[in-house]
């Protein structure tokens, strides 16, 4: 069953749609919608204003809007669904009101459209939107039946996606949403499974990389911030990963190459995610062992992008925006203007791309408080040491009253983008222990993602050996006390051990998958179990676990952990003590 229309949100959309069309489209009598069950069909400007205005995408309904009608064409279903906001407009006096046809099963709809063409016989021009193509039966009558009519036929596209690109609170809060889901699921999967081709120098398909961030997203389960409900979540596109041939555009795919994670390379990734039918994209460049050049070349596009945020202010022109951007880009990097993309980003909602929105040379319209952009600023074929790669970074933004907010936060400095294999000095030390643990850089001592182990300098037989002998002399020596103890009647002193389950951050499995997964974990080399609080992962030493007890109540299953805590009973201290295993 259907969920109860938004009536609030209806009468403040229907108001702001009547509003804006008695100024601007004062020359057009009245506005067509048909809208057909067409699976191939995802984006249209047709079901955007219907989602807008109902909250709902209405397959096989037509609507007709004029200034002294609203008329519906649809299913017994959804008409029951229209009737409050029917109710609604009864109660607007300077708006007309709904007239809601009933088309039953097996209906072809044909007397109904009759009915709504005889009253259009004196309206002299109707907007439709051109680009909507539906194969749906339905929607061919209607559009058959109107070209019978005779009256002209206006493209009211470009005026629709202004009415629509200025987001009202709710709205903003399904784009804040979505946004910060986006970001999340960059910095905390994508990029994390990058450092993980690294580390363990897996060799990945673009195309599986693209995939397992689809599947992640299809799933629901990860990085929904609370309230989101994770059937309302999908992808806006299949994401595009890239690391040998890139492409800027968003039409790009992910090909069956394997990602380039050697020195010098770049991996840039591309992904947007809906909810509740907003949109949102993310858009950022991972380095490995970048050139002091390149870093410098990413430096300088970073403080490009930001500055064309900072531009992004109320009636501002999209044109005027670009040309800051050529302006910076001339400035700073001449040699890119030939790469450069012929626009830097959108408008977005409830459609991805807004062409009438476009950030181009040529697009005068005015940047209004409240719309919503995706930026992408890049350029490709730039080489080191003969080796291509290229560099993109873009964000989801909201125009305000001192430039554009940035909704997708997720960290774009070098230092948090790149993957460092060796030493970078210690002047930035302080800031990367703040950032260690969701920054991916390589320290010098390998603490950030590679604990002995060097990508290029395995660790060698001689050093295993020589690791392996310490140990054995170091048991051997404990075992001579030992035994010279008791043959001289001495009793062991037992040391009491603080028990601790891991001594450092480095120890922290924090890339297992079922720790991303934030599922319960027993660790048996450092005999803890980690088990997951308020979405944090977090290790109790074995010693500290009391009992544990399962208990099931219909579909749901219990598990209860008692801790030991000062003031009861722990077990004794040997078993506390942990064992020596010898190599």
């Known amino acids: 069953s259907m969920a109860l229309a938004d009536k609030a949100a209806f009468s403040r959309r229907?108001?702001?749609?009547?509003?804006?069309?008695?100024?601007?489209?004062?020359?057009?009598?009245?506005?067509?919608?048909?809208?057909?069950?067409?699976?191939?069909?995802?984006?249209?400007?047709?079901?955007?204003?219907?989602?807008?205005?109902?909250?709902?995408?209405l397959r096989d309904t037509i609507m007709l809007f004029s200034l002294e009608d609203i008329f519906v064409i649809s299913s017994k279903k959804k008409t029951d669904f229209?009737?409050?906001?029917?109710?609604?407009?009864?109660?607007?006096?300077n708006l007309p009101n709904m007239t809601l046809l009933t088309r039953m099963k097996g209906d072809s709809g044909a007397e109904h459209m009759k009915t709504v063409i005889e009253k259009m016989k004196s309206l002299k021009s109707v907007g439709y939107f051109p680009k909507d193509h539906f194969k749906g039966e339905l929607a061919?009558?209607?559009?058959?039946?109107?070209?019978?009519?005779?009256?002209?036929?206006?493209?009211?596209?470009?005026?629709?996606?202004?009415?629509?690109?200025?987001?009202?609170?709710?709205?903003?809060?399904?784009?804040?949403?979505?946004s910060q889901y986006t970001s999340d699921i960059f910095s905390k999967y994508v990029r994390n499974e990058l450092m993980n081709l690294v580390d363990e120098e897996k060799k990945v398909k673009h195309?599986?990389?693209?995939?397992?961030?689809?599947?992640?997203?299809?799933?629901?389960?990860?990085?929904?911030?609370?309230?989101?409900?994770?059937?309302?979540?999908?992808?806006?596109?299949?994401?595009?990963?890239?690391?040998?041939?890139?492409?800027?555009?968003?039409?790009?795919?992910?090909?069956?190459?394997?990602?380039?994670?050697?020195?010098?390379?770049?991996?840039?990734?591309?992904?947007?995610?809906?909810?509740?039918?907003?949109?949102?994209?993310?858009?950022?460049?991972?380095?490995?062992?970048?050139?002091?050049?390149?870093q410098k070349n990413y430096e300088q596009l970073l403080e490009i992008v930001e500055k064309v945020y900072t531009s992004m202010t109320e009636n501002t022109k999209l044109s005027t925006v670009y040309n800051t951007c050529v302006a910076l880009v001339k400035e700073k990097r001449?040699?890119?203007?030939?790469?450069f993309p012929k626009n830097i980003g959108f408008g977005t909602?409830?459609?991805?791309?807004?062409?009438?929105?476009?950030?181009?040379?040529?697009n005068d319209n005015l940047l209004k408080k409240n719309m919503v952009f995706i930026i992408q600023i890049g350029v490709v074929g730039l080489k080191e040491d003969e080796k291509e790669y290229a560099l993109m970074l873009g964000d989801t933004v909201v125009v305000g009253d001192t430039?554009?907010?940035?909704?997708?936060?997720?960290?774009?400095?070098?230092?948090?983008?790149?993957?460092?294999?060796?030493?970078?000095?210690?002047?930035?030390?302080?800031?990367?222990?703040?950032?260690?643990?969701?920054?991916?850089?390589?320290?010098?001592?390998?603490?950030?993602?590679?604990?002995?182990?060097?990508?290029?300098?395995?660790?060698?037989?001689?050093?295993?050996?020589?690791?392996?002998?310490?140990?054995?002399?170091?048991?051997?020596?404990?075992?001579?006390?030992?035994?010279?103890?008791?043959?001289?009647g001495y009793k062991e002193e037992k040391k009491i051990q603080t028990s601790v389950a891991f001594k450092n951050l480095q120890s922290f499995p924090s890339n297992d998958p079922d720790i991303r997964d934030l599922k319960i974990m027993v660790d048996k080399k450092h005999e803890s179990v980690i088990i997951p609080i308020f979405g944090i992962p977090t290790p109790f030493h074995i010693s500290t676990i009391k009992n544990v007890s399962k208990s099931e109540e219909g579909d749901y299953v219990y598990l209860r952990t008692n801790l030991n805590v000062p003031g009861t009973q722990v077990l004794k201290m040997s078993t506390m003590q942990t064992r020596k295993r010898p190599l």
């Not at 001449?334 to 790469?339: E, R």
Request: charged fraction near 35%.
């Open 14 to 57: 229907i108001d702001r749609l009547y509003s804006y069309w008695k100024e601007n489209l004062s020359h057009v009598d009245s506005l067509s919608i048909a809208v057909t069950n067409d699976d191939d069909v995802t984006y249209s400007k047709g079901i955007s204003l219907m989602i807008w205005l109902l909250g709902y995408e």
């Open 82 to 93: 229209l009737r409050p906001l029917r109710d609604v407009m009864a109660k607007k006096e």
């Open 140 to 178: 061919k009558q209607w559009n058959a039946k109107l070209k019978e009519l005779e009256i002209d036929q206006i493209d009211a596209t470009a005026h629709m996606a202004l009415c629509l690109a200025v987001k009202d609170e709710q709205e903003l809060n399904h784009l804040k949403k979505v």
């Open 207 to 294: 195309v599986r990389m693209s995939s397992n961030i689809e599947n992640l997203v299809a799933e629901g389960k990860k990085c929904l911030l609370p309230g989101m409900d994770k059937d309302s979540v999908e992808v806006a596109y299949t994401p595009i990963v890239q690391s040998r041939k890139f492409s800027l555009k968003f039409s790009a795919s992910s090909d069956e190459e394997k990602i380039d994670y050697s020195n010098r390379s770049s991996v840039t990734v591309l992904f947007g995610t809906r909810y509740k039918s907003y949109c949102s994209n993310i858009s950022r460049t991972v380095l490995v062992e970048p050139t002091e050049k390149q």
């Open 334 to 339: 001449p040699d890119w203007l030939d790469n």
């Open 349 to 362: 909602g409830i459609e991805f791309r807004e062409p009438s929105l476009l950030i181009g040379p040529k």
């Open 403 to 488: 430039g554009a907010t940035v909704l997708t936060p997720s960290k774009k400095k070098i230092r948090s983008v790149s993957i460092f294999l060796k030493g970078e000095g210690d002047e930035e030390e302080e800031e990367e222990q703040e950032n260690l643990m969701e920054n991916i850089t390589r320290q010098s001592k390998r603490t950030a993602v590679l604990d002995n182990k060097l990508r290029h300098e395995p660790l060698s037989d001689d050093k295993r050996k020589e690791h392996q002998r310490k140990l054995v002399d170091k048991l051997n020596q404990e075992a001579r006390e030992r035994l010279s103890a008791k043959k001289n």
